[in-house]
């Protein structure tokens, strides 16, 4: 009896032994895990850092190449009527210009839903109810 005893004792020690390592293995996998996301979240921030330096960078270059490219241009005519005549669109009109886009996009795919709605209704009522005999 007692051997079964300490039979029973020791299969239970084992076993809470396998599950205490396999929970500590599970933790560890996911303070690995963990620390991979952080990693990479700082990896993707670095890189959003480095694209808005590029793009800050190209802006101010593209800048400075018009300014350069109207300055040869008023230098070359040697009259003021040379300047650039056409004016940047303003922000508001922009906006206005991209919601009138926008407007018009949504009412051609309205427009377009609803001739393939109306053809594939038209081919249902080709087709017509089976008839029963």
């Known amino acids: 009896m007692r051997q079964v005893l300490f039979l029973t004792v020791g299969l239970l020690a084992l076993t809470g032994a396998w599950s205490v390592a396999a929970q500590n293995a599970l933790w560890d996998i996911q303070a690995r895990n963990a620390a991979h996301q952080a990693a990479d979240a700082a990896r993707r921030d670095q ?3 480095q ?3 590029v793009a800050a ?3 101010a270059r593209s800048q400075v190449l018009l300014r350069d490219l109207n300055d ?4 070359g005519a040697g009259q003021p009527s ?3 005549t056409v004016t940047p669109p303003r922000p508001a009109e922009e906006v206005d210009r991209r919601d009138a886009d926008l407007t ?3 009412d051609r795919l309205e427009r377009l839903t609803q001739d393939a709605l109306a053809r594939s209704n038209a081919r249902m009522r080709a087709i017509g109810p ?3 005999r």
């Open 47 to 49: 890189l959003s850092n």
């Open 51 to 53: 694209m808005e330096v």
């Open 57 to 59: 960078q190209e802006r």
């Open 72 to 75: 040869q241009r008023l230098a």
């Open 82 to 84: 040379g300047a650039l």
């Open 104 to 106: 018009a996009s949504m």
């Open 130 to 132: 089976a008839k029963t």
